[in-house]
Nanobody, 120 residues
Framework: QVHLVESGGGLVEPGGSLTLFCIYSGSTDYRGTMNWYRQAPGKERELVARLFSGGYTVYADSVKGRFSISRDNDKKTLILRMNNLKSEDTAVYYC??????????????WGQGTQVTVSS
C-alpha cells in the first residue's frame, strides 16, 4: 500500500515563505518523477514543480526563481520550498509520484493535498 502524506501548508502573508513536505511510503521504488501540483478554486490542477530521478528539475514559469523542489531519500520526503509567495499562489497543493515505464512498474500516486493561503 502506498501513501503520500503532505504537510506544511497554512496561511502566510504576501512575500512570506512556506515549506511543504510529502512523506512517501510503501513498497514502490519511487524511481519515476516526484511532482508538486496545485489547484486553485475554479481552476484546473497545474504542475508546479517536477523532480526527475536523476536530479533534473522543471518549474512552472509562474514559480521559477521562487520555488525549489528537492528530495530527502533517507527520510523518504519530497520538499517544496516556497519563497516570495503571492496571492496567486493560493491553492491546494498535491504531492504526486509518477512512473510511466516499463508498464509493469508504472504508477501514479497522489496525496490528499494541503492548503496554502497567501493573504494579508
Amino acid at each position: 500500500q502506498v501513501h503520500l502524506v503532505e504537510s506544511g501548508g497554512g496561511l502566510v502573508e504576501p512575500g512570506g515563505s512556506l515549506t511543504l513536505f510529502c512523506i512517501y511510503s510503501g513498497s514502490t521504488d519511487y524511481r519515476g518523477t516526484m511532482n508538486w501540483y496545485r489547484q486553485a478554486p475554479g481552476k484546473e490542477r497545474e504542475l508546479v514543480a517536477r523532480l526527475f530521478s536523476g536530479g533534473y528539475t522543471v518549474y512552472a514559469d509562474s514559480v521559477k526563481g521562487r520555488f525549489s523542489i528537492s528530495r530527502d531519500n533517507d527520510k523518504k520526503t519530497l520538499i517544496l520550498r516556497m519563497n516570495n509567495l503571492k496571492s496567486e499562489d493560493t491553492a491546494v497543493y498535491y504531492c504526486n509520484a509518477n512512473r510511466n515505464s516499463p508498464p509493469s512498474a508504472a504508477y501514479d500516486y497522489w496525496g490528499q493535498g494541503t492548503q496554502v493561503t497567501v493573504s494579508s
